[in-house]
């Protein structure tokens, strides 16, 4: 068990900047009327509407709805927590120093939230109103157990959940092993999954080892997504199970997964259907299908990606899809895209610089392997999210040889196209007229 100690040296720490935020003094999952704050306190405290004179030793006058966990510090839970309310939950550093929330890399100094018993963590529900629940700096661990929950094996969302620099993990469910995300409730509201900047990597469910989302409503963003499941040969890991009452009239796309690697998973990955948008992804190496590709009225897009060596075949197409698909470099199953950005069709024979081919482990230079297209999957020395770096070899003239360096498009009116994003999936800026897929 924490001290109080522990908390007061956080509040110290910061000065006033922590003053209102409400500490979590304890690791163990308790409820009861002490002077130590559990997590599950605490967000119960949010859930009753931060009353001035706090809760089970909670909080106070003035309080706000973030909550504070220290860094690399393990929390257990027995059963889910149910969040009611808007609520910011992250980690933060217990003294100033080498962790300052100023130096740090951020992700790699997470609070760890464990789930012990067999259930989710989290379940976000007000049928009244859409709360916001912020998770960040994170470390989200799932029960490990062929299943953790029937819906959501990290999160059952009903709400807009918001992602960032997290990892999710050991979830486990029939439908979202890592999140279950609701479509319509209340009075038309409309749930929102956005993950940003993390790591999601062994979850498993029969549909949508990822995420499964009745409606095409999500974000998945500068992420890693590796190891995961989806066991029913029908649906895929990140897994959109219906659609808006009417998809033709679609303004915008809702769901995206943009600047990503998705790397040794089972089962196929994505079903794209109206509503729903790829870019600049990097999609190898895994063992079902890619990408599941059907939206009749056109309103979707796959665009500046690799997407390659995905089970039997990478893409399977719809006969009556109509989505944009340009300027991905792919196999013959993803079809040759629109005329004015084509795909790339692979010729090559080997995809990684590694010594057997690879996706994960020592990239070879260019003496010992002067074909591979991509360094295989590694984490860089002190960072959170590794990635595959792309390889400019001898017998390029100029960068532009490449299949996949500065092949992406800027958007031109006259023959609209998806441009690639800002940032490559490093979160790195690209240059000005200088794009990567």
Not at 146 to 162: F, R, T
Not at 404 to 430: F, K, L
Request: glycine share 8%; aromatic share 6%.
């Amino acid at each position: 068990m924490l001290k109080k100690s522990i908390g007061m040296a956080l509040l110290c720490m910061a000065g006033q900047a922590y003053s209102a935020e409400i500490i979590v003094t304890t690791t163990e999952d308790i409820e009861k009327d002490d002077k130590e704050c559990s997590l599950r306190e605490a967000v119960e405290y949010v859930n009753r509407g931060l009353a001035k004179e706090g809760y089970m030793g909670c909080g106070g006058e003035n309080a706000i709805g973030t909550i504070i966990l220290k860094e690399k510090t393990t929390y257990v839970l027995n059963k889910h927590i149910p969040i009611k309310k808007s609520v910011t939950i992250k980690s933060i550093a217990e003294v100033d120093g080498e962790f300052s929330s100023t130096d740090k890399v951020m992700g790699l100094y997470n609070a760890h939230i464990q789930m012990k018993g067999t259930d989710n963590l989290f379940r976000i529900s007000n049928d009244e109103e859409l709360i916001q629940v912020n998770l960040k700096e994170l470390d989200l661990e799932g029960c490990g157990k062929s299943s953790c929950a029937e819906q959501g094996g990290l999160i059952h969302n009903k709400g807009k959940l918001v992602i960032d620099y997290s990892r999710l993990y050991k979830g486990a469910a029939s439908q979202g092993g890592a999140i279950y995300n609701v479509g319509k409730f209340g009075q038309n509201l409309i749930a929102f999954a956005e993950i940003k900047t993390s790591l999601i990597e062994n979850n498993q469910a029969q549909q949508g080892g990822i995420l499964y989302s009745q409606l095409p409503y999500f974000l998945v963003y500068q992420s890693v997504l590796k190891n995961n499941q989806t066991l029913n040969n029908n649906a895929t890991n990140i897994y959109t199970a219906g659609q808006v009452d009417n998809p033709a009239d679609i303004q915008s796309i809702n769901a995206e997964v943009l600047s990503s690697t998705l790397l040794k998973n089972k089962g196929a990955l994505i079903n794209v259907i109206d509503g729903v948008g790829i870019n600049n992804l990097t999609i190898v190496d895994n063992t079902g299908t890619a990408l599941r590709i059907s939206a009749p009225n056109g309103k979707a897009y796959v665009a500046n990606s690799i997407i390659l060596r995905n089970g039997t075949q990478d893409c399977q197409i719809e006969t009556t899809d109509k989505s944009t698909i340009h300027n991905n470099l792919v196999t013959a199953s993803c079809g040759t895209g629109d005329a004015a950005y084509p795909n790339q069709i692979w010729t090559g024979t080997r995809l990684f610089a590694e010594a057997s081919d690879q996706s994960e482990g020592v990239c070879l230079n260019l003496k010992q392997n002067s074909d591979a297209i991509l360094c295989p999957y590694s984490v860089p020395k002190d960072q959170f999210l590794g990635y595959l770096r792309p390889r400019i070899l001898l017998n390029y003239n100029q960068v532009s040889d490449s299949p996949i360096v500065n092949r992406g498009t800027s958007y031109n009116s006259s023959n609209p196209s998806v441009s690639c994003e800002a940032s490559d999936q490093r979160g790195v800026d690209r240059l000005l007229g200088s794009v990567d897929t």
